[in-house]
């Protein structure tokens, strides 16, 4: 006869669809001597408890609350390691006094049900009976170290699905290519709806996350209006060259433009006041706080800011050097993947700051007295100057 236990978990498995079925190592528990304490989740399916996809030189976090067999609620982490020489998932984070993950737990079978987003039921099974009656209640074998059951219950959408799905809505009725602030908001609404804690995200993690997404969105978008003109073939080499030269130019266009808008919403959204491409030398891309106090001669220099935004700056840096010429320390916020030391050497001694997101920062070279900022850095600097 089935324990009361079992009868619990399979019927509990049974209701909600799923089930990640794994028998507890030395290395979970602490007594290898490995990286931290914690169950190791396998990576072959992610979907089945992360928003996260594994990703080399990436470390991920999402919190889970999880409701165990004897009552008890944790409020734990589902980590993704990929720095390093690290490539794995970890569920942590249980508190002291924990009763499932001692050293007493190794061979015990861990039952993880997912019941939600971000919130799963879970059972430890420590007798051999017990973990073969599940097993064969869920038509699981578990091969090696875990096993998985996957029902006909709803199956919980990842953040990826959820993204994939406003962008495949968007495109239904799309005729025309949209403007770049068309798709850019679409991209934020996207991200405010399938992840629960962007807005509590740095503005440096958000600009990621709105640029990689936002160029996906494009190329969907360019897949479909433009894949019909492309495979229908061409009349000349001239008309090949006009489209291809259009489709270029619209890229280089939308990815100055996309990261325009981004930074706009993330100083909006940081209550930094600023005017975009404003009427003073240069046009500069942004002047904080905004043309009228530029133009002011009783408003303090250092409470001004001019802000060039550039994807790519190693060859174009020194345009900045001409707008709004009333700011001495110009910035630069970027999306380049790194520059020589030597040109960080001039953009130092041309009074050049760079911003450029936290996750890009380890491909820059450490220069004397040029600090790179990152966004967030950044954002302290003015709200301080403009006592905000």
């Known amino acids: 006869m089935p324990s009361p236990l079992v009868e619990r978990a399979v019927i509990d498995a049974l209701d909600h669809g799923n089930a990640l079925l794994k028998f507890i190592s030395p290395n979970d528990t602490g007594?290898?001597?490995?990286?931290?304490?914690?169950?190791?989740?396998?990576?072959?399916?992610?979907?089945?408890?992360?928003?996260?996809?594994?990703?080399?030189?990436?470390?991920?976090?999402?919190?889970?609350?999880?409701?165990?067999?004897?009552?008890?609620?944790?409020?734990?982490?589902?980590?993704?390691?990929?720095?390093?020489?690290?490539?794995?998932?970890?569920?942590?984070?249980?508190?002291?006094?924990?009763?499932?993950?001692?050293?007493?737990?190794?061979?015990?079978?861990?039952?993880?049900?997912?019941?939600?987003?971000?919130?799963?039921?879970?059972?430890?099974l420590d007798k051999a009976d017990d973990s073969e009656e599940i097993q064969a209640s869920l038509g699981v074998e578990i091969i090696g170290k875990w096993g998985l059951y996957k029902g006909p219950a709803q199956q919980y959408e990842t953040t990826d699905d959820c993204i994939?799905?406003?962008?495949?809505?968007?495109?239904?009725?799309?005729?025309?290519?949209?403007?770049?602030?068309?798709?850019?908001?679409?991209?934020?609404?996207?991200?405010?709806?399938?992840?629960?804690?962007?807005?509590?995200?740095?503005?440096?993690?958000?600009?990621?996350?709105?640029?990689?997404?936002?160029?996906?969105?494009?190329?969907?978008?360019?897949?479909?209006?433009?894949?019909?003109?492309?495979?229908?073939?061409?009349?000349?080499?001239?008309?090949?060259?006009?489209?291809?030269?259009?489709?270029?130019?619209?890229?280089?266009?939308?990815?100055?433009?996309?990261?325009?808008?981004?930074?706009?919403?993330?100083?909006?959204?940081?209550?930094?006041?600023?005017?975009?491409r404003p009427s003073v030398e240069g046009e500069p891309d942004i002047l904080i706080p905004g043309k009228n106090q530029y133009e002011d001669p009783r408003w303090p220099d250092h409470r001004l800011f001019m802000v060039g935004v550039k994807t790519t700056c190693k060859d174009r840096w020194r345009q900045v050097l001409n707008e709004a010429r009333r700011v001495r320390r110009k910035h630069i916020l970027t999306m380049q993947k790194g520059i020589s030391a030597k040109q960080l050497e001039e953009m130092r001694d041309s009074g050049v700051t760079l911003v450029v997101p936290q996750t890009l920062h380890s491909m820059y070279p450490d220069v004397d007295g040029m600090k790179v900022l990152n966004l967030n850095e950044f954002f302290g600097t003015v709200r301080q100057a403009l006592d905000i």
């Open 31 to 124: 007594l290898t001597g490995g990286h931290q304490c914690g169950y190791y989740l396998p990576r072959s399916v992610w979907r089945t408890f992360s928003p996260h996809a594994p990703e080399k030189g990436k470390n991920y976090e999402h919190l889970v609350d999880i409701l165990w067999q004897d009552g008890q609620r944790t409020e734990s982490c589902i980590k993704w390691y990929g720095v390093g020489t690290r490539s794995e998932y970890r569920m942590t984070r249980f508190g002291r006094d924990f009763p499932f993950l001692t050293p007493d737990n190794v061979g015990n079978l861990l039952v993880l049900i997912r019941t939600g987003k971000s919130s799963f039921h879970g059972y430890v």
């Open 164 to 276: 994939h799905r406003q962008f495949i809505s968007f495109l239904g009725p799309l005729k025309d290519f949209p403007d770049t602030l068309t798709i850019s908001n679409l991209t934020l609404s996207a991200l405010r709806k399938c992840l629960t804690d962007f807005s509590s995200k740095t503005p440096d993690s958000r600009l990621m996350l709105l640029i990689e997404n936002e160029y996906s969105l494009f190329k969907m978008v360019e897949k479909k209006l433009c894949q019909n003109e492309i495979s229908n073939g061409f009349d000349s080499v001239d008309e090949f060259l006009h489209t291809a030269s259009r489709i270029m130019n619209r890229r280089k266009s939308r990815a100055g433009r996309a990261l325009e808008n981004h930074v706009g919403y993330l100083l909006r959204d940081a209550c930094i006041p600023f005017n975009a």
